[in-house]
């Protein structure tokens, strides 16, 4: 059975920093894109962070450019996100995902990632 667990999240305060990791078992996903994607109550589910296989092309959503950095290592756990200067409106479960080549920005919605963590809880607050 193919997995994506996450780990990392919590509580933290405004201004804070958290680094959310995504492991895998049944499967090796070196060659595949991923990203990390968050959903809010009451909100769609929005792609945060997406990294090419290889790692040398990523993208951001506007809301957390400057702020977040997602990062591979392909031998080890699959995806990282690293994020600083939380805000409140960063509170949301955070979900690792992967999907099938190619990697792009036509494939940023969730539709288009075939595999998905459970999620993890990201709460800031003071």
């Known amino acids: 059975q193919v997995q994506l667990i996450e780990s990392g999240g919590g509580l933290v305060q405004p201004g804070g920093s958290l680094r959310l990791s995504c492991g895998a078992s049944g499967r090796t996903f070196s060659s595949y894109p991923m990203g990390w994607f968050r959903q809010a109550p009451g909100k769609e589910r929005e792609l945060v962070a997406g990294?090419?296989?290889?790692?040398?092309?990523?993208d951001y959503a506007d809301s957390v450019k400057g702020r977040f950095t997602i990062s591979r290592d392909n031998a080890k756990n699959p995806v990282y996100l690293k994020m600083g200067g939380l805000k409140p409106e960063d509170t949301a479960v955070y979900y690792c995902a992967a999907r099938k080549p190619p990697y792009g920005s036509r494939y940023s919605t969730s539709e288009n990632y075939n595999y998905w963590g459970q999620g993890t809880q990201v709460t800031v607050s003071s």
């Open positions: 990294i090419s296989p290889s790692g040398g092309i990523t």
